[in-house]
């Protein structure tokens, strides 16, 4: 059975400070996602990861896979407010998109 | 559609009653899930179709969830007999293809309240 686990559950973060999301899953999969949840909204897609590898950017955002560690990274850089939100990672398996625990990130002044 | 529907946003139960939740997915989109998630929780996985195939049921919680789709249109999930466990928001997601290379549009999600 696929297990996605992220770290931490629960990040408080001070803007202008990096911090990296840890994603790991427990089966074979070089197909991976990052969602943004902000709350009582549905999902925000931000990245998919397709490849061993792959690095994808879009502002002070950054993903990451390995797929051989079966890792992946969402790192921020220089937090701001506007980043607070919940963050899951997803990973395809038998076509099933299953996600992780979930990262919650609340960024303060 | 531009989306992904789902109707309704917000529904209100009593306990015992049966709902039904629908989705319409994107035009053309042969994937389409259910999620489930509860409060402060993550997306627990019900359901999955694609195309004309049977679907993969494996995460329904119970017999009293069932769903449906006609083809590669719009699916309903219907729970009976609801119970308060049963209260949470319920996504939808469609997506190109089963094997995801195109990424998943989710729905906004019906948030169900069972009293």
């Known amino acids: 059975e696929l297990k996605v686990e992220q770290n931490p559950l629960f990040l408080s973060m001070q803007e202008g400070k990096n911090y990296t999301i840890y994603c790991n899953y427990s089966t074979t999969s070089d197909r991976l996602y990052w969602y943004r949840q902000d709350p009582g909204k549905s999902l925000e897609s931000l990245f998919v990861l397709l490849s061993n590898g792959a690095v994808k950017q879009e502002g002070r955002l950054m993903a990451s896979l390995d797929t051989k560690a079966r890792l992946s990274t969402l790192h921020i850089t220089a937090a701001v407010h506007d980043l607070s939100a919940t963050y899951f990672c997803a990973v395809v398996r038998a076509d099933k998109l299953i996600f992780g625990t979930g990262t919650r990130l609340q960024v303060f002044p | 559609g531009a989306g992904v529907s789902q109707s309704p946003s917000n529904k209100v139960t009593e306990k015992g009653k049966d709902v039904e939740l629908r989705c319409d997915p994107i035009?053309?989109?042969?994937?389409l899930y259910w999620y489930r998630q509860r409060l402060g929780q993550g997306l627990e996985f019900l359901i999955y179709?694609?195309?004309?195939?049977?679907?993969?049921k494996s995460g329904l919680p119970s017999d009293r969830f069932s769903a449906e789709r006609t083809g590669e249109s719009v699916s309903t999930l219907t729970i009976q007999r609801t119970q308060q466990e049963d209260s949470a928001v319920y996504l939808c997601?469609?997506?190109?293809?089963?094997?995801?290379?195109?990424?998943?549009?989710f729905g906004s999600g019906t948030r169900l309240t069972v009293v």
């Open positions: 997601a469609s997506s190109l293809a089963s094997d995801g290379l195109f990424g998943y549009t």
């Open positions: 179709f694609q195309g004309n195939s049977a679907p993969d």
């Open positions: 035009s053309g989109h042969t994937a």
